[in-house]
């Protein structure tokens, strides 16, 4: 079994910054690949950004140059550096980890920016 545990949400004002946490235990390989969505009211989840265990990186474009994905293997970790938040970023956001087309995700944390 796989354990995904989120951690950094919170409320902060636009132009802010937070760094999100996952924390996975279980049956957690270095070589699935890991990842951020968001659901905010109202919307279907969406893809965020992915990390793939050779390091290369996906983004949504509405983030890139603003948010960093990034994972330590030796503590089945994954992070997200969030920077310069809008409003529109308000959603909860869940930790991804896919491996051999298995899908496990955490319970999610809520990330709120206010204007």
């Known amino acids: 079994q796989v354990q995904l545990v989120e951690s950094g949400g919170g409320l902060v004002q636009a132009g802010g910054s937070l760094r999100l946490s996952c924390v996975g235990s279980g049956s957690i390989s270095r070589l699935g690949a890991m990842g951020w969505y968001r659901q905010a009211p109202g919307k279907q989840r969406e893809l965020v950004a992915t990390?793939?265990?050779?390091?290369?990186?996906n983004y949504v474009d509405s983030v890139k140059g603003r948010f960093t994905i990034s994972r330590d293997n030796a503590k089945n970790t994954l992070f997200l550096q969030m920077n310069s938040l809008k409003p529109e970023d308000t959603a909860v956001y869940y930790c991804?980890?896919?491996?051999?087309?298995?899908?496990?995700w955490g319970q999610g944390t809520l990330v709120t920016v206010s204007s």
């Open positions: 990390i793939r265990s050779g390091g290369s990186t």
């Open positions: 991804n980890y896919r491996i051999l087309s298995n899908d496990y």
